[in-house]
Nanobody, 119 residues
Framework: VQLQASGGGLVQPGGSLRLSCAASGSIFSINATGWYRQAPGKQRELVAI???????NYADSVKGRFTISRDNAKNRVYLQMNSLKPEDTAVYYC??????????????WGQGTLVTVSS
């Protein structure tokens, strides 16, 4: 399974970005999909996660500003980021867990996309 993340870039504080992650390969079904981020010198942390059934959890630091969504038919997950702050600067990674056509479980990480919030 391959994940292709896109949408990062440089944005001013208060601005918005939309990240996208597309999963491809021998996928039977996708369970949970999530976005994580890692800032310089810090550990990777969960930003938001959504299950196939639509249950969603957000990190406290992004609640009310970020929105995660997914398109099950296209195996895509999105992260709409509004009211961005300098502390949101990080490399953002998508993560997908599911079942392969072979019925084996899988878990994959995207390559990361850099989000820089700066004036």
């Amino acid at each position: 399974v391959q994940l292709q993340a896109s949408g990062g870039g440089l944005v001013q504080p208060g601005g918005s970005l939309r990240l996208s992650c597309a999963a491809s390969g021998s996928i039977f079904s996708i369970n949970a999909t999530g976005w994580y981020r890692q800032a310089p010198g810090k550990q990777r942390e969960l930003v938001a996660i959504i299950t196939r059934g639509g249950s969603i959890n957000y990190a406290d630091s992004v609640k009310g500003r970020f929105t995660i969504s997914r398109d099950n038919a296209k195996n895509r997950v999105y992260l709409q980021m509004n009211s961005l702050k300098p502390e949101d600067t990080a490399v953002y990674y998508c993560n997908v867990n599911g079942i392969l056509l072979s019925r084996w479980p899988f878990g994959s990480w995207g390559q990361g996309t850099l989000v820089t919030v700066s004036s």
